[in-house]
T-cell receptor, first 115, second 114 residues
Framework: NAGVMQNPRHLVRRRGQEARLRCSPM?????VYWYRQLPEEGLKFMVY????????ESGMPKERFSAEFPKEGPSILRIQQVVRGDSAAYFC?????????????FGDGTRLSIL | DQQVKQNSPSLSVQEGRISILNCDYT??????FLWYKKYPAEGPTFLIS?????DKNEDGRFTVFLNKSAKHLSLHIVPSQPGDSAVYFC?????????????FGTGTRLQVTL
């Protein structure tokens, strides 16, 4: 019963390094979403992708953050030149493409810590 | 602008009693709502949803009520069990009826005591 798979579960980076977070959606799901949860806060939307396309990136910071969902392989959230404020839990979710209301199913997240 | 609000950050309920978690929204375009449960160090787990064509949806011990005129929904858990202790989030899709981003409330931490 493969749910949404995220790796790594924990990632430690020094300031200025790059962080790459990976997400494999549930089987049959073609929509992928990334959310960020800062300490003591709720989940905030970052970006929504379908295969090879970014559909909505209204929640992405304008600089240093990028996301892709290639034809083959997992979705990648990339953070360049990380800063302390990037420390958070990053969650990926996926959903079916059925043209109606479908729940999003979440992975267990990547906890990013910046030293 | 917090368009989905959970005004109670925490709630403590005795085992066997009813837990009622509340959620308010401000965007009248929202017409589909979801509740998620989250344990520490895990991702949110989908619990139950409701569409605006209904005012109630039930699944086992979980019931969600929707009051559109008041822009209010609530999740009832009865009877509450210790394993229900978690953070509960309500959420709404930005564009209902299609795949779109979710707007989340800030969560309510439920503690079910023995």
């Amino acid at each position: 019963n493969a749910g949404v798979m995220q790796n790594p579960r924990h990632l430690v980076r020094r300031r200025g390094q790059e962080a790459r977070l990976r997400c494999s959606p549930m089987k049959g799901h073609s929509h992928v979403y990334w959310y960020r949860q800062l300490p003591e806060e709720g989940l905030k939307f970052m970006v929504y992708l379908q295969k090879e396309n970014i559909i909505d990136e209204s929640g992405m910071p304008k600089e240093r953050f990028s996301a892709e969902f290639p034809k083959e392989g997992p979705s990648i959230l990339r953070i360049q030149q990380v800063v302390r404020g990037d420390s958070a839990a990053y969650f990926c979710a996926s959903s079916l493409d059925r043209g109606d209301n479908q729940p999003q199913h979440f992975g267990d997240g990547t906890r990013l810590s910046i030293l | 602008d917090q368009q989905v609000k959970q005004n109670s950050p925490s709630l403590s309920v005795q085992e066997g009693r009813i837990s009622i978690l509340n959620c308010d929204y401000t965007n009248s375009m929202f017409d589909y709502f979801l509740w998620y449960k989250k344990y520490p160090a895990e991702g949110p787990t989908f619990l139950i949803s409701i569409s605006s064509i209904k005012d109630k949806n039930e699944d086992g011990r979980f019931t969600v009520f929707l009051n559109k005129s008041a822009k209010h929904l609530s999740l009832h858990i009865v009877p509450s069990q210790p394993g229900d202790s978690a953070v509960y989030f309500c959420a709404a899709p930005w564009n209902p009826g299609t795949a779109s981003k979710l707007t989340f409330g800030t969560g309510t931490r439920l503690q079910v005591t023995l």
